[in-house]
């Protein structure tokens, strides 16, 4: 428990002799809560838990199943103190070490070195901590991970804070004469500060960073597993789009031989926005009911979008302001969603408006910021609930209340949300935003698996159909891919110059189901991020170190400034690496992990453990797959992703030289049978025959377990 340190301190000051040096506070006592996870209290938190907002139970079982691991640090190293009526940590870092995580940052993967105030918000073009989901999480590359769960503006200082103390300090250098001399000496420890007189602290051992990260998303409930049609292609229409502009849209997809899974009605469909109503409007959409009909008979779901502020004139407007903070957002009333009596009214008006007409999920937009239309941080809700702590959390309560009403129905959802936070990885949302820089949204995608999100590179609109394509080749590998045409109704053949190649990659992504689906199971049932950067990686960091620049500056052990940061290249699952070109490329360099790796499209050998160079041309995004990697795809060209029951080929690509085996995850795809048993493990198998032949097999599940698909045909892709 934590004692202040100011008092000992005093006592020092006033005892003869040289100036004692403060130290920081007492260390820190930690409880083991699961395996590989302890728990610490410091102060005396202010009872408002991130992860509390999500309520998701951690997944122990699947938890015992990771390597057993010790206390990841010297737990004598970690101290904590009061002071300014605020909570200050400090936690050990040792030379070389790098860290990963602290928010959905847009412009750096690796975070040593830097100082962030996590802070909910629209990001706006630098990384400081304000973003969509400013999670108080990091990743060390020694393999354990740090959470502070704190619904609270939390500053670190990611090694950059040095003190007089220190154990590890850097080297004085002098600017006049020394070109190694740096303006950021970096610190031998994390220093953490919460604004509130207490904190509860996690830390998740690994031995690996993957593991880290693993452990975090199984404590948070273990990661979601999202209906196989949310792993489609989902187009937002115009906002102005009417019922019959929305069929006829669908028309013309299947007439083109385009993807299409959700469509999704931007702020029009309500009968009014900024501020929301929540009901249909009746001149774009008379008959949402019919509408709705025709939709599911068509095989394509329907998300709304909508923000939570509340027009005057909404059905739920006069229950909802006693229960509203006291700021509005666009003149629309800020509803408190942590009280049950606002999500009974809410939920109530949602199921009778649009679940029970079918509707399929939702986009909760703009409950991240800007400071300029938010409510302010001195806003005060029924709750008690501070501004500050509603900010913090408004996006996790939002998601939570809206997919609580599709389990009780007992179908999963997927959806859209601009704002999270710590614990979101069971929540079926993917985080998306309006700044629209395509290389920035792939470190983006690189750095939510280290937080347990899920980000999509979104498409809307281009300069060019070379960009064009290039953007809807990223999001083809993303957790959703997604067109949103909310502002200028762009299809994803408005470039023709590019209209077949683009169809070409929506039809891949459609393809790559069963090896997505999968990806997203792992996270689920053992919570490895199916979307992750470079350093989550086994074998990447010999290759790192090879792309060194400069030598650490100066013989200074802390100084990790001259890596490289990859973030430009990430993994989706464990076998394929995905390294997105952007326009005006014609090459691009690609560093490719230990072992041998292998070009998806043609089969030919890439390299091993060394930087290449693509130049894949217009039409291809670079892809690699490890060797012996097995990667199972739809046969033939759907345009939906199979519905539940149906039966499909499967055709299962073999790569390279060596044997290998992939575990095929299936389920009904739509119900949560699957979290009481009703899925299938089925191993796809290539080994050498007594010829020294690659030959296939599979070991089928038993007839009462859910596996969609029929025929399952092997191929040995070339080699050269
Ligand atoms: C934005 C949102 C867009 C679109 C638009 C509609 O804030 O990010 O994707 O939905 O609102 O008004």
């Given at each position: 428990?934590?004692?202040?340190?100011?008092?000992?301190?005093?006592?020092?000051?006033?005892?003869?002799?040289?100036?004692?040096?403060?130290?920081?506070?007492?260390?820190?006592?930690?409880?083991?809560?699961?395996?590989?996870?302890?728990?610490?209290?410091?102060?005396?938190?202010?009872?408002?838990?991130?992860?509390?907002?999500?309520?998701?139970?951690?997944?122990?079982?699947?938890?015992?199943?990771?390597?057993?691991?010790?206390?990841?640090?010297?737990?004598?190293?970690?101290?904590?103190?009061?002071?300014?009526?605020?909570?200050?940590?400090?936690?050990?870092?040792?030379?070389?070490?790098?860290?990963?995580?602290?928010?959905?940052?847009?412009r750096s993967v690796r975070q040593r070195g830097t100082v962030k105030q996590l802070h909910v918000d629209h990001y706006g073009g630098t990384d400081n901590g304000r973003t969509h989901a400013p999670v108080p999480f990091y990743v060390s590359s020694a393999g354990y991970g740090v959470l502070v769960d704190a619904a609270r503006y939390v500053t670190v200082y990611a090694g950059t804070a040095v003190r007089k103390d220190s154990e590890h300090p850097p080297p004085v250098k002098d600017r006049n004469t020394d070109p190694t001399w740096t303006s950021m000496p970096l610190a031998d420890a994390v220093e953490i500060l919460v604004p509130a007189r207490g904190a509860t602290v996690y830390l998740f051992a690994g031995p690996t960073a993957l593991d880290a990260v693993r452990r975090y998303n199984l404590y948070s409930g273990g990661g979601v597993l999202p209906p196989k049609w949310g792993l489609g292609f989902m187009q937002r229409v115009r906002t102005s789009s009417t019922a019959d502009d929305v069929l006829r849209e669908v028309d013309e997809f299947d007439a083109r031989g385009y993807p299409l899974?959700?469509?999704?009605?931007?702020?029009?469909?309500?009968?009014?926005?900024?501020?929301?109503?929540?009901?249909?409007?009746?001149?774009?959409?008379?008959?949402?009911?019919?509408?709705?009909?025709?939709?599911?008979?068509?095989?394509?779901?329907?998300?709304?979008?909508?923000?939570?502020?509340?027009?005057?004139?909404?059905?739920?407007?006069?229950?909802?302001?006693?229960?509203?903070?006291?700021?509005?957002?666009?003149?629309?009333?800020?509803?408190?969603?942590?009280?049950?009596?606002?999500?009974?009214?809410?939920?109530?008006?949602?199921?009778?408006?649009?679940?029970?007409?079918?509707?399929?999920?939702?986009?909760?937009?703009?409950?991240?910021?800007?400071?300029?239309?938010?409510?302010?941080?001195?806003?005060?809700?029924?709750?008690?609930?501070?501004?500050?702590?509603?900010?913090?959390?408004?996006?996790?309560?939002?998601?939570?209340?809206?997919?609580?009403?599709?389990?009780?129905?007992?179908?999963?959802?997927?959806?859209?949300?601009?704002?999270?936070?710590?614990?979101?990885?069971?929540?079926?949302?993917?985080?998306?935003?309006?700044?629209?820089?395509?290389?920035?949204?792939?470190?983006?995608?690189?750095?939510?698996?280290?937080?347990?999100?899920?980000?999509?590179?979104?498409?809307?609109?281009?300069?060019?159909?070379?960009?064009?394509?290039?953007?809807?080749?990223?999001?083809?590998?993303?957790?959703?891919?997604?067109?949103?045409?909310?502002?200028?109704?762009?299809?994803?053949?408005?470039?023709?110059?590019?209209?077949?190649?683009?169809?070409?990659?929506?039809?891949?992504?459609?393809?790559?189901?069963?090896?997505?689906?999968?990806?997203?199971?792992?996270?689920?049932?053992?919570?490895?991020?199916?979307?992750?950067?470079?350093?989550?990686?086994?074998?990447?960091?010999?290759?790192?170190?090879?792309?060194?620049?400069?030598?650490?500056?100066?013989?200074?052990?802390?100084?990790?400034?001259?890596?490289?940061?990859?973030?430009?290249?990430?993994?989706?699952?464990?076998?394929?690496?995905?390294?997105?070109?952007?326009?005006?490329?014609?090459?691009?360099?690609?560093?490719?992990?230990?072992?041998?790796?292998?070009?998806?499209?043609?089969?030919?050998?890439?390299?091993?453990?060394?930087?290449?160079?693509?130049?894949?041309?217009?039409?291809?995004?670079?892809?690699?797959?490890?060797?012996?990697?097995?990667?199972?795809?739809?046969?033939?060209?759907?345009?939906?992703?199979?519905?539940?029951?149906?039966?499909?080929?499967?055709?299962?690509?073999?790569?390279?030289?060596?044997?290998?085996?992939?575990?095929?995850?299936?389920?009904?795809?739509?119900?949560?049978?699957?979290?009481?048993?009703?899925?299938?493990?089925?191993?796809?198998?290539?080994?050498?025959?007594?010829?020294?032949?690659?030959?296939?097999?599979?070991?089928?599940?038993?007839?009462?377990?859910?596996?969609?698909?029929?025929?399952?045909?092997?191929?040995?892709?070339?080699?050269?």
């Amino acid at each position: 428990m934590l004692t202040l340190c100011a008092a000992s301190l005093a006592r020092a000051q006033a005892a003869p002799g040289p100036t004692p040096v403060p130290r920081p506070g007492p260390a820190v006592a930690w409880d083991e809560v699961a395996s590989g996870v302890w728990r610490a209290t410091v102060g005396v938190p202010d009872g408002v838990s991130l992860l509390d907002s999500v309520a998701a139970p951690p997944r122990h079982d699947a938890l015992r199943r990771l390597p057993q691991a010790a206390f990841p640090l010297r737990r004598e190293e970690i101290h904590a103190e009061e002071t300014d009526g605020k909570v200050a940590l400090r936690i050990p870092l040792a030379p070389g070490e790098e860290l990963y995580g602290l928010g959905l940052e847009f412009r750096s993967v690796r975070q040593r070195g830097t100082v962030k105030q996590l802070h909910v918000d629209h990001y706006g073009g630098t990384d400081n901590g304000r973003t969509h989901a400013p999670v108080p999480f990091y990743v060390s590359s020694a393999g354990y991970g740090v959470l502070v769960d704190a619904a609270r503006y939390v500053t670190v200082y990611a090694g950059t804070a040095v003190r007089k103390d220190s154990e590890h300090p850097p080297p004085v250098k002098d600017r006049n004469t020394d070109p190694t001399w740096t303006s950021m000496p970096l610190a031998d420890a994390v220093e953490i500060l919460v604004p509130a007189r207490g904190a509860t602290v996690y830390l998740f051992a690994g031995p690996t960073a993957l593991d880290a990260v693993r452990r975090y998303n199984l404590y948070s409930g273990g990661g979601v597993l999202p209906p196989k049609w949310g792993l489609g292609f989902m187009q937002r229409v115009r906002t102005s789009s009417t019922a019959d502009d929305v069929l006829r849209e669908v028309d013309e997809f299947d007439a083109r031989g385009y993807p299409l899974d959700v469509i999704g009605l931007e702020p029009g469909w309500q009968s009014a926005a900024y501020p929301g109503t929540f009901v249909w409007d009746s001149t774009r959409f008379p008959d949402p009911a019919g509408f709705m009909r025709v939709m599911t008979g068509r095989g394509v779901r329907v998300n709304l979008w909508i923000n939570p502020y509340v027009a005057p004139r909404a059905p739920i407007f006069d229950a909802l302001r006693p229960l509203s903070g006291s700021h509005t957002v666009w003149t629309g009333i800020v509803p408190d969603f942590t009280l049950p009596e606002t999500r009974r009214i809410v939920l109530d008006l949602f199921r009778r408006e649009h679940l029970r007409l079918g509707v399929s999920g939702y986009k909760i937009d703009e409950v991240d910021g800007y400071d300029r239309w938010l409510w302010p941080d001195h806003a005060t809700f029924p709750s008690g609930l501070s501004g500050e702590q509603m900010r913090q959390l408004y996006g996790l309560t939002l998601q939570r209340a809206t997919a609580a009403m599709f389990r009780e129905r007992g179908v999963r959802t997927w959806g859209l949300v601009r704002a999270s936070n710590a614990g979101a990885a069971p929540l079926p949302f993917v985080i998306y935003d309006d700044y629209y820089s395509h290389p920035d949204f792939i470190t983006a995608l690189a750095n939510s698996g280290f937080i347990g999100v899920l980000w999509t590179p979104e498409v809307r609109s281009s300069k060019s159909g070379e960009e064009w394509l290039r953007r809807m080749q990223s999001v083809c590998f993303s957790p959703l891919a997604m067109l949103n045409a909310w502002a200028d109704g762009t299809k994803p053949w408005s470039f023709p110059e590019v209209a077949d190649q683009v169809r070409e990659v929506m039809r891949l992504r459609i393809r790559l189901l069963p090896y997505l689906y999968t990806a997203f199971a792992r996270y689920h049932f053992d919570g490895t991020p199916p979307v992750r950067a470079m350093a989550l990686v086994d074998g990447f960091r010999v290759v790192d170190s090879a792309v060194t620049t400069a030598p650490n500056a100066g013989g200074d052990p802390y100084a990790t400034a001259t890596r490289r940061d990859v973030k430009d290249q990430f993994m989706v699952g464990d076998d394929l690496l995905v390294a997105p070109m952007f326009a005006g490329q014609r090459s691009r360099t690609v560093i490719l992990p230990a072992g041998r790796w292998y070009d998806f499209h043609t089969g030919a050998y890439a390299g091993a453990g060394e930087i290449i160079t693509a130049t894949p041309g217009l039409d291809r995004i670079p892809l690699y797959v490890r060797d012996g990697a097995i990667v199972p795809l739809l046969a033939g060209a759907p345009t939906r992703v199979p519905a539940a029951g149906e039966r499909i080929d499967l055709e299962a690509r073999h790569y390279g030289d060596a044997p290998g085996r992939f575990d095929l995850y299936d389920d009904d795809g739509v119900s949560f049978d699957y979290e009481r048993g009703a899925f299938s493990w089925t191993p796809l198998v290539v080994d050498r025959d007594r010829k020294g032949r690659l030959r296939g097999s599979v070991r089928r599940p038993s007839s009462d377990k859910p596996f969609g698909y029929r025929d399952v045909r092997f191929i040995m892709m070339p080699t050269h």
